[in-house]
C-alpha cells in the first residue's frame, strides 16, 4: 500500500511545497466565501499555495491553477453528553491535526467536545488518503502536511507589524477564584489601601483589594502595592478601576506580566458589586476623585440594554464578528451592503470577480469585497434555529448560549487584513473613528473601479464654495467634490440651556469640595440649528485677494452644486482638548427622518456680483532659502519653537518634533503630531534634522523675472516641504495645483490619490475630479479649485437629482472618544428598523436617532 501511494503521489510531487517563513497558511477561513473546517463541507487547503478553499470553490482553484493536492480539513462539533463536566474547555479527541486551529465557535456558554479530521483530496477524481499516514506517504508529503496543521494563524504575521500585538486571554481568567469576603466596591471615594494615592488603581479580582500600580502597563505613577499584594497572594489578576465600560476593562496579569483579557470580566467585576453597564468612563480615562455615575447611559441607549430584542436571520440580516475593537469596520460595511449599488457591482458580479480573481484572491480587493458583500447577504450564515433546537433550548431556560450559538456571525479577518494594509491605524487593534473608515474605503473603491462601475457614485456631489474679499466685495466661485456633509454641533443653540449652566455650577461646587459630581446632562441640540451654523459665513485664514494683489479679509460659503443618490451627514461630535485626547461632545441631536436641503442648492454668480481676477499668489522665496538653493543646502530652517516644545512635553523626541514641524510647513502643533503618528516607526526618526534641497536645474531660477511658466507654478518653498516629506516631485506639483497651493490640503490630497501620475502641464491646470477627504464644512482652502465650475454636471461620476431623503441607516457611536468605545448600527429594511451589533442582528425597538454619529439618507424617488 505505502508503494502504490508513493506511485500515486508521484505525477503531484514538484507541485508540493513545505511552508517556509513568510509563507501564509490559510487553513481556518476560505479565500471566496466564510466557509472553515467547521463547514459542512470542511476546507480544502492548497499544498502549493496554502490557500484555503470551501467545496464550492475548490473546483475553481484546480481548474485555474491545475494544483492537484489538497488537504481537506474537517472538525466535527457537538455537545457533551449529559453528565459531564461542566465548564470544561472543549476538548480535542485528536490533538496533533489542528494544532493551531482558531476556533470559530464561542465555546464559554456550554459544553462541547470536538473531533478534527484530516485527509488529503487529489482533484479531479476526489482521490482521498487519510491522515496521519507517516509511513505510507513519502516525506516529503508528510513533512508539508505537518507543517500546515502545525501553521500559526497567518494574520498574525500582519499584526506584529502593526503596532502593538494582539492582547491574549489569560491563563487564569476561566478558572479565577473570587474570595466571598463581602467586599463590595463604591462607586466613588476610591484610594489605595496601603496609602493615600487616588490614581492609577487597580482592583484585584480575587480578593477585591484597591491598591496603586507602579510603572507598568499604561505607564501611569504609582507606589507599586498592587505589586506587592500579588507577590504576598499569588493572586493574579487586577483590573484598572477607570478603565471599565460595558465594553470590558483594562486588565492586567502579574503572573504573565502582561496585559490580558478576561472573557469572564463582567461576571468577575459583579462579584464585587460592580455591573458594567452602570459604568461610564470619563472622558480621559481617569477622574480625580474616580467617581462612575450609575446612570442610564448611551451604551444602554443606543444597544437597546433591558429590551427583549427578537432576533433575525436570512439574507441581509447576517452580523459581523468583532475582531478586537473592529466594529468601526462591522457597521460601516453593514450600512453599505444595504446600498443597492454596492450589491450590484460586487454581489451581482460575484462569478465574474471570482472567475477572473487573481492567484492570491486574499490580496484582491475586489474579491474581498464580493466575498463580504456574499457573507453578508446570501443568508448563509444567518440561518435560524430548528425547531427542536429552539424547544430545547427554551426548556434550558438557556437564551444566551443559543443566541451565540445561533448569532454567530462572519469574521472578517482576511477583509480587514487586506484593506487595512500599510495603514497604521487601521491595520492596528486600537479603536479607530469610522467616518475615517468609511473615507478610506471609499479611496479603494475608487481605486479598483478602474472599468467597472462604481459604487461610490452615489456618495459623489459637488460643492461650490463662494469666496468674498471684504474690502472690494468681489468674488470667486469654485467646485469640488465631496462624498458627506460634516454638520457643527452648536453648543450655545441646546435647548436645556439653562439646565446645563446649572449642572456646570454643581459640578463646579463639587469638585471644589471634593464630592461626587451630580448626575451629567446631556445637551439637546436642535438639528436645524445645526444645519443653520453649517451654512454661515466663515473667515479665510491668509485670505490673497487678487483684486488688491495683497492678503485680506476674506469669508466662504459653501452650497451644494449638486445633489447626491445617498447623503452621507455627520454629526462633528469627535473634537481635541487641550491635552490632545480626542473626546466626544455629549449631546442629543434631534435628526429628522425626511430632509430636505433643496434651499441649499448653489446658485452661481449673481447679476451685480463682480470676479475676482483669475491671478495667483506672487511666488515669494525667503532669502534664507534662496542662498540655500545656490548653496545647495538649508541651514538654520525656520521652526516654530513653541510647537516642537508641546509635542516635546508629550514624550517625543526633540529632533523628531523639529522634524515634524519642519516638514508640515510650521502649521501647528496639530499637522505635526500627525506626522509624528505616521513616521515614529521609521529608522532615522529620532535623528536631527537634515534639510535637502529639490530645486532641479531645468526649473527657471527664483531670482530671474517671472516667465509663463511659472505663473502656475506652485511656490518652490510648498513643494521642497512636501518632497522632503518623500513624496515624488510630480505629485506634490500636481496636489499643489489641485488645492490652490494650501499645503494642508495638498497633503491630504496626496494621501487619497497615492496611484496618480504626472500628467502635462495643460491637463494639470484643469479640474481633478478624484475623491477628496476634506469635510464639505470645514474645508479651509480659500480656493480649493478642484473641478471648472463650467464642467457639465450630467458627467456619470456626479448624479445630480433633487435635494430631498429619507433616513434609512445610522451609525452611532458609545464611548468617550474615537480611541475608545464601541459601534453600533440601526438599518430600516422593509419598513423596519433593525439592529446590527456585532454578530447579534435584531429587531429595533426604539431606535436612537438622536444619538447617532453617521447618518445615510436615500434620495425620495417621488421627487
Given at each position: 500500500?505505502?508503494?502504490?501511494?508513493?506511485?500515486?503521489?508521484?505525477?503531484?510531487?514538484?507541485?508540493?511545497?513545505?511552508?517556509?517563513?513568510?509563507?501564509?497558511?490559510?487553513?481556518?477561513?476560505?479565500?471566496?466565501?466564510?466557509?472553515?473546517?467547521?463547514?459542512?463541507?470542511?476546507?480544502?487547503?492548497?499544498?502549493?499555495?496554502?490557500?484555503?478553499?470551501?467545496?464550492?470553490?475548490?473546483?475553481?482553484?484546480?481548474?485555474?491553477?491545475?494544483?492537484?493536492?489538497?488537504m481537506?480539513?474537517?472538525?466535527?462539533?457537538?455537545?457533551?453528553?449529559?453528565?459531564?463536566?461542566?465548564?470544561a474547555?472543549?476538548?480535542?479527541?485528536?490533538?496533533?491535526?489542528?494544532?493551531?486551529?482558531?476556533?470559530?465557535?464561542?465555546?464559554?456558554?456550554?459544553?462541547?467536545?470536538?473531533?478534527?479530521?484530516?485527509?488529503?483530496v487529489?482533484?479531479?477524481?476526489?482521490?482521498?488518503?487519510?491522515?496521519?499516514?507517516?509511513?505510507?506517504?513519502?516525506?516529503?508529503?508528510?513533512?508539508?502536511?505537518d507543517?500546515?496543521?502545525n501553521?500559526?494563524?497567518?494574520?498574525?504575521?500582519?499584526?506584529?507589524?502593526?503596532?502593538?500585538?494582539?492582547?491574549?486571554?489569560?491563563?487564569?481568567?476561566?478558572?479565577?477564584?473570587?474570595?466571598?469576603?463581602?467586599?463590595?466596591i463604591?462607586?466613588?471615594?476610591w484610594?489605595?489601601?496601603?496609602?493615600?494615592?487616588?490614581?492609577?488603581?487597580?482592583?484585584?479580582?480575587?480578593?477585591?483589594?484597591?491598591?496603586?500600580?507602579?510603572?507598568f502597563?499604561?505607564?501611569?505613577?504609582?507606589?507599586?502595592?498592587?505589586?506587592?499584594?500579588?507577590?504576598?497572594?499569588?493572586?493574579?489578576?487586577?483590573?484598572?478601576?477607570?478603565?471599565?465600560?460595558?465594553?470590558?476593562?483594562?486588565?492586567y496579569?502579574?503572573?504573565?506580566?502582561?496585559?490580558?483579557?478576561?472573557?469572564?470580566?463582567?461576571?468577575?467585576?459583579?462579584?464585587?458589586?460592580?455591573d458594567?453597564?452602570?459604568?461610564?468612563?470619563?472622558e480621559?480615562?481617569?477622574?480625580?476623585?474616580?467617581?462612575?455615575?450609575?446612570?442610564?447611559?448611551?451604551?444602554?441607549?443606543?444597544?437597546?440594554?433591558?429590551?427583549?430584542?427578537?432576533?433575525v436571520?436570512?439574507?441581509?440580516?447576517?452580523?459581523?464578528?468583532?475582531?478586537?475593537n473592529?466594529?468601526y469596520?462591522?457597521?460601516?460595511?453593514?450600512?453599505?451592503?444595504?446600498?443597492?449599488?454596492?450589491?450590484?457591482?460586487?454581489?451581482?458580479?460575484?462569478?465574474?470577480?471570482?472567475?477572473?480573481?487573481?492567484?492570491?484572491?486574499?490580496?484582491?480587493?475586489?474579491?474581498?469585497?464580493?466575498?463580504?458583500?456574499?457573507?453578508l447577504?446570501s443568508?448563509?450564515?444567518?440561518?435560524?434555529?430548528?425547531?427542536?433546537?429552539?424547544?430545547?433550548?427554551?426548556?434550558k431556560?438557556?437564551?444566551?448560549?443559543?443566541d451565540?450559538?445561533?448569532?454567530?456571525?462572519?469574521?472578517?479577518?482576511?477583509?480587514?487584513?487586506?484593506?487595512?494594509?500599510?495603514?497604521?491605524?487601521?491595520?492596528?487593534?486600537?479603536?479607530?473613528?469610522?467616518?475615517?473608515?468609511?473615507?478610506?474605503?471609499?479611496?479603494l473603491?475608487?481605486?479598483?473601479?478602474?472599468?467597472?462601475?462604481?459604487?461610490?457614485d452615489?456618495?459623489?456631489?459637488?460643492?461650490?464654495?463662494?469666496?468674498?474679499?471684504?474690502?472690494?466685495?468681489?468674488v470667486?466661485?469654485?467646485?469640488?467634490?465631496?462624498?458627506?456633509?460634516?454638520?457643527?454641533?452648536?453648543?450655545?443653540?441646546?435647548?436645556?440651556?439653562?439646565?446645563?449652566?446649572?449642572?456646570?455650577?454643581?459640578?463646579?461646587?463639587?469638585?471644589?469640595?471634593?464630592?461626587?459630581?451630580?448626575?451629567?446632562?446631556?445637551?439637546?441640540?436642535?438639528?436645524?440649528?445645526?444645519?443653520?451654523?453649517?451654512?454661515?459665513?466663515?473667515?479665510?485664514?491668509?485670505?490673497?485677494?487678487?483684486?488688491?494683489?495683497?492678503?485680506?479679509a476674506?469669508?466662504k460659503?459653501?452650497?451644494?452644486?449638486?445633489?447626491?443618490?445617498?447623503m452621507?451627514?455627520q454629526?462633528?461630535?469627535?473634537?481635541?482638548?487641550?491635552?490632545?485626547?480626542?473626546?466626544?461632545?455629549?449631546?442629543?441631536?434631534?435628526?429628522?427622518?425626511?430632509?430636505?436641503?433643496?434651499r441649499?442648492?448653489?446658485?452661481?454668480?449673481?447679476?451685480?456680483?463682480?470676479?475676482?481676477?483669475?491671478?495667483?499668489?506672487?511666488?515669494?522665496?525667503?532669502?534664507?532659502?534662496?542662498?540655500?538653493?545656490?548653496?545647495?543646502?538649508?541651514e538654520?530652517?525656520?521652526?516654530?519653537?513653541?510647537?516642537?516644545?508641546?509635542?516635546?512635553?508629550?514624550?517625543?523626541?526633540?529632533?523628531?518634533?523639529?522634524?515634524?514641524?519642519?516638514?508640515?510647513?510650521?502649521?501647528?502643533?496639530?499637522?505635526?503630531?500627525?506626522?509624528?503618528?505616521?513616521?515614529?516607526?521609521?529608522?532615522?526618526?529620532?535623528?536631527?534634522?537634515a534639510?535637502?534641497?529639490?530645486?532641479?536645474?531645468?526649473?527657471?531660477s527664483?531670482?530671474?523675472?517671472?516667465?509663463s511658466?511659472?505663473d502656475?507654478?506652485?511656490?518652490e518653498?510648498?513643494?521642497?516641504?512636501?518632497?522632503?516629506?518623500?513624496?515624488?516631485?510630480?505629485?506634490?506639483?500636481q496636489?499643489?495645483?489641485?488645492?490652490?497651493?494650501?499645503?494642508?490640503?495638498?497633503?491630504?490630497?496626496?494621501?487619497?490619490?497615492?496611484?496618480?501620475?504626472?500628467?502635462?502641464?495643460?491637463?494639470?491646470?484643469?479640474?481633478?475630479?478624484?475623491?477628496?477627504?476634506?469635510?464639505?464644512?470645514?474645508?479651509?482652502?480659500?480656493?480649493?479649485?478642484?473641478?471648472?465650475?463650467?464642467?457639465?454636471?450630467?458627467?456619470?461620476?456626479?448624479?445630480?437629482?433633487?435635494?430631498?431623503?429619507?433616513?434609512?441607516?445610522?451609525?452611532?457611536?458609545?464611548?468617550?472618544?474615537?480611541?475608545?468605545?464601541?459601534?453600533v448600527?440601526?438599518?430600516?429594511?422593509?419598513?423596519?428598523?433593525?439592529?446590527?451589533?456585532?454578530?447579534?442582528?435584531?429587531?429595533?425597538?426604539?431606535?436612537?436617532?438622536?444619538?447617532?454619529?453617521?447618518?445615510?439618507?436615500?434620495?425620495?424617488s417621488?421627487?
Amino acid at each position: 500500500m505505502a508503494t502504490d501511494l508513493g506511485e500515486l503521489l508521484v505525477p503531484y510531487m514538484p507541485t508540493i511545497r513545505v511552508p517556509r517563513t513568510g509563507d501564509r497558511v490559510f487553513k481556518s477561513e476560505c479565500a471566496f466565501s466564510y466557509d472553515s473546517p467547521e463547514s459542512e463541507g470542511g476546507l480544502y487547503v492548497c499544498l502549493n499555495s496554502f490557500l484555503g478553499f470551501g467545496r464550492e470553490h475548490v473546483e475553481r482553484h484546480y481548474r485555474k491553477t491545475g494544483q492537484s493536492v489538497y488537504m481537506h480539513l474537517k472538525r466535527h462539533v457537538k455537545e457533551k453528553a449529559t453528565g459531564a463536566a461542566g465548564g470544561a474547555i472543549p476538548r480535542r479527541r485528536n490533538g496533533k491535526v489542528f494544532l493551531d486551529l482558531e476556533l470559530n465557535r464561542d465555546f464559554n456558554g456550554g459544553d462541547y467536545e470536538y473531533e478534527d479530521e484530516a485527509k488529503l483530496v487529489i482533484f479531479p477524481d476526489h482521490f482521498e488518503i487519510p491522515l496521519p499516514n507517516i509511513e505510507e506517504l513519502p516525506a516529503l508529503v508528510t513533512i508539508a502536511c505537518d507543517a500546515i496543521l502545525n501553521a500559526p494563524s497567518p494574520y498574525k504575521k500582519q499584526e506584529s507589524d502593526s503596532w502593538e500585538e494582539e492582547i491574549q486571554v489569560s491563563k487564569h481568567a476561566r478558572s479565577l477564584t473570587q474570595q466571598e469576603n463581602g467586599v463590595r466596591i463604591p462607586p466613588s471615594g476610591w484610594k489605595c489601601a496601603k496609602c493615600e494615592m487616588r490614581e492609577n488603581l487597580w482592583l484585584n479580582l480575587t480578593d477585591g483589594s484597591v491598591l496603586c500600580g507602579k510603572w507598568f502597563f499604561d505607564g501611569s505613577g504609582g507606589n507599586g502595592h498592587a505589586l506587592e499584594h500579588y507577590k504576598k497572594t499569588n493572586f493574579p489578576l487586577a483590573v484598572k478601576l477607570d478603565t471599565v465600560t460595558p465594553d470590558g476593562a483594562d486588565v492586567y496579569s502579574f503572573d504573565e506580566e502582561e496585559a490580558v483579557l478576561d472573557p469572564h470580566i463582567s461576571e468577575h467585576l459583579l462579584h464585587f458589586g460592580i455591573d458594567m453597564l452602570q459604568m461610564q468612563r470619563t472622558e480621559n480615562g481617569h477622574h480625580t476623585d474616580n467617581h462612575v455615575q450609575p446612570r442610564v447611559s448611551d451604551w444602554e441607549v443606543i444597544q437597546e440594554a433591558g429590551l427583549k430584542l427578537k432576533p433575525v436571520y436570512g439574507s441581509g440580516y447576517t452580523g459581523i464578528k468583532n475582531l478586537a475593537n473592529s466594529c468601526y469596520l462591522s457597521t460601516t460595511m453593514q450600512v453599505l451592503f444595504s446600498i443597492p449599488e454596492f450589491q450590484r457591482a460586487y454581489v451581482g458580479n460575484l462569478q465574474r470577480i471570482f472567475d477572473y480573481s487573481p492567484l492570491d484572491p486574499t490580496q484582491d480587493f475586489n474579491t474581498q469585497m464580493a466575498k463580504l458583500g456574499h457573507g453578508l447577504l446570501s443568508g448563509q450564515y444567518s440561518k435560524p434555529p430548528m425547531k427542536s433546537e429552539l424547544i430545547e433550548q427554551v426548556m434550558k431556560e438557556d437564551y444566551k448560549v443559543f443566541d451565540l450559538q445561533q448569532q454567530r456571525g462572519i469574521s472578517p479577518k482576511m477583509f480587514k487584513a487586506l484593506v487595512s494594509k500599510g495603514h497604521p491605524e487601521f491595520s492596528s487593534n486600537r479603536q479607530q473613528d469610522a467616518h475615517e473608515f468609511l473615507l478610506h474605503l471609499i479611496n479603494l473603491v475608487e481605486r479598483n473601479s478602474s472599468g467597472s462601475e462604481n459604487p461610490s457614485d452615489v456618495f459623489r456631489f459637488l460643492v461650490e464654495e463662494r469666496v468674498q474679499c471684504c474690502q472690494t466685495q468681489k468674488v470667486r466661485y469654485t467646485q469640488r467634490v465631496d462624498y458627506l456633509m460634516q454638520l457643527p454641533v452648536p453648543l450655545e443653540a441646546a435647548s436645556n440651556r439653562e439646565e446645563l449652566i446649572a449642572y456646570e455650577s454643581k459640578r463646579k461646587e463639587a469638585e471644589e469640595n471634593m464630592r461626587p459630581p451630580p448626575e451629567p446632562v446631556r445637551a439637546r441640540i436642535p438639528f436645524t440649528a445645526c444645519l443653520q451654523a453649517f451654512t454661515e459665513p466663515e473667515n479665510v485664514p491668509d485670505f490673497w485677494s487678487s483684486a488688491l494683489q495683497a492678503k485680506s479679509a476674506g469669508v466662504k460659503t459653501s452650497r451644494f452644486a449638486s445633489f447626491p443618490e445617498y447623503m452621507i451627514v455627520q454629526i462633528k461630535k469627535f473634537t481635541f482638548g487641550v491635552d490632545w485626547v480626542p473626546k466626544k461632545l455629549d449631546v442629543s441631536v434631534d435628526v429628522p427622518d425626511f430632509l430636505d436641503l433643496n434651499r441649499l442648492r448653489a446658485t452661481g454668480l449673481q447679476a451685480g456680483e463682480e470676479e475676482l481676477p483669475d491671478l495667483t499668489p506672487p511666488i515669494v522665496i525667503p532669502e534664507d532659502t534662496r542662498d540655500s538653493t545656490t548653496n545647495n543646502s538649508l541651514e538654520s530652517p525656520e521652526i516654530d519653537e513653541s510647537s516642537v516644545m508641546q509635542l516635546a512635553e508629550m514624550g517625543f523626541p526633540l529632533e523628531a518634533c523639529r522634524k515634524a514641524v519642519y516638514y508640515t510647513g510650521n502649521m501647528g502643533a496639530e499637522m505635526a503630531f500627525n506626522w509624528i503618528i505616521a513616521h515614529m516607526e521609521e529608522p532615522d526618526f529620532a535623528e536631527p534634522l537634515a534639510v535637502p534641497t529639490y530645486m532641479e536645474p531645468d526649473l527657471p531660477s527664483p531670482s530671474l523675472p517671472t516667465t509663463s511658466a511659472l505663473d502656475n507654478q506652485p511656490p518652490e518653498e510648498s513643494i521642497s516641504i512636501l518632497t522632503s516629506m518623500g513624496f515624488p516631485r510630480h505629485h506634490t506639483i500636481q496636489a499643489l495645483k489641485a488645492t490652490n497651493n494650501n499645503l494642508e490640503r495638498a497633503l491630504d490630497w496626496i494621501f487619497t490619490h497615492p496611484d496618480c501620475e504626472e500628467e502635462s502641464e495643460a491637463m494639470s491646470d484643469t479640474a481633478d475630479t478624484e475623491p477628496n477627504d476634506n469635510s464639505f464644512s470645514n474645508a479651509n482652502a480659500h480656493s480649493d479649485s478642484s473641478l471648472s465650475p463650467d464642467q457639465d454636471l450630467s458627467s456619470p461620476r456626479v448624479r445630480d437629482g433633487p435635494g430631498r431623503y429619507e433616513l434609512f441607516a445610522f451609525i452611532s457611536h458609545m464611548g468617550a472618544s474615537t480611541m475608545s468605545g464601541h459601534y453600533v448600527c440601526h438599518i430600516k429594511k422593509e419598513g423596519r428598523w433593525l439592529i446590527y451589533n456585532d454578530h447579534k442582528v435584531c429587531l429595533s425597538e426604539r431606535p436612537p436617532k438622536d444619538l447617532g454619529y453617521m447618518y445615510f439618507y436615500r434620495r425620495l424617488s417621488s421627487c
